[in-house]
C-alpha cells in the first residue's frame, strides 16, 4: 500500500516546509532506505534525499530528512521559486519498493 | 552524463501486449540493477518491477506479478519490459530508473502507454 503524504503545502519564500510520509513497520519503520524525488512533470523525477537523510552532490542543503518510526520526513528551507513541484518519498519493503502518495509544494 | 532513454509506448487493445525499452548510457549498465515505475493519469508514483545487474533476481509489483516481465541485455545496455494482458488500468507513463542499492538514483523521463478499446 501507498505511502502517506499530504496532498499539498504552501510557503512563502523564504519559510521552512516539511512534508510527512507515515508508512507502516513493514517499510518505513524497518529500514533506512527511505528517498526523496522532486518531480516537475513531463521531466525525470530527480533524487534529493537517500538513506533518510543523505543529499545528492549538487542538492542544496536547504533540503533535508529524518525519520522517526514509520514516518519519514523531507523539509525544504529557505523555500524558493524553484522548489515549486511535486515531491514523492519512497521505502524499500522487504523484496519490493513502495512510493508515496505525492505532495504539491506550492510557493506563494 | 547518465542518460535513460524509453521507447516502445503506445496505444493497445485490452487484453493486448506492449514492449518497452530502456537505453541507457553514461555509466556502467552491466553493474547497475534497473527498475521500471510508472505514473497512471493524475496519479502517483508507483514501483513496477527490478531487476539485477546479471538479469537475474527479478521482483514485481503485486499490480502486474504474473503479467509483465522485465529481462536486459547488458550488451546493448538495454532494459525491457514485456507487458502482456495489458489493462485499462496499466495506462500510465512507464520510466526506467537505475538503482543504487535501495534506491533510485537517475530515471528517465518515460514512454506513455494507452490500453483502449
Known amino acids: 500500500s501507498a505511502l502517506t503524504q499530504p496532498r499539498s503545502v504552501s510557503g512563502s519564500p523564504g519559510q521552512s516546509v516539511t512534508i510527512s510520509c507515515t508508512g507502516t513497520?513493514?517499510?518505513?519503520?524497518?529500514?533506512?532506505?527511505v528517498s526523496w524525488f522532486q518531480h516537475h512533470p513531463p521531466k525525470a523525477p530527480k533524487l534529493m534525499i537517500y538513506y533518510v537523510n543523505k543529499r545528492p552532490s549538487g542538492v542544496p542543503d536547504r533540503f533535508s530528512g529524518s525519520k522517526s518510526g514509520n514516518t519519514a520526513s523531507l523539509t525544504i528551507s529557505g523555500l524558493q521559486a524553484e522548489d515549486e513541484a511535486d515531491y514523492y518519498c519512497s521505502s524499500y519493503a522487504d523484496r519490493y519498493f513502495v512510493f508515496g502518495t505525492g505532495t504539491k509544494v506550492t510557493v506563494l | 552524463q547518465v542518460q535513460l532513454v524509453e521507447s516502445g509506448g503506445g496505444v493497445v487493445q485490452p487484453g493486448g501486449s506492449l514492449r518497452l525499452a530502456c537505453v541507457a548510457s553514461?555509466?556502467?549498465?552491466?553493474?547497475?540493477?534497473m527498475h521500471w515505475v510508472r505514473q497512471a493519469p493524475g496519479k502517483g508514483l508507483e514501483w513496477v518491477a527490478f531487476i539485477g545487474h546479471e538479469g537475474t533476481g527479478e521482483q514485481y509489483g503485486d499490480s502486474v506479478k504474473g503479467r509483465f516481465t522485465v529481462s536486459r541485455d547488458n550488451s546493448e545496455n538495454t532494459l525491457f519490459l514485456q507487458m502482456d494482458s495489458l489493462r485499462a488500468e496499466d495506462t500510465a507513463v512507464y520510466s526506467c530508473?537505475?538503482?543504487?542499492?535501495?534506491?533510485?538514483?537517475?530515471w528517465g523521463q518515460g514512454t506513455l502507454v494507452t490500453v483502449s478499446s
Open positions: 513497520s513493514s517499510d518505513v519503520g524497518s529500514y533506512e532506505y
Open positions: 553514461g555509466f556502467s549498465f552491466s553493474t547497475s540493477g
Open positions: 530508473a537505475k538503482d543504487v542499492f535501495y534506491y533510485f538514483d537517475h
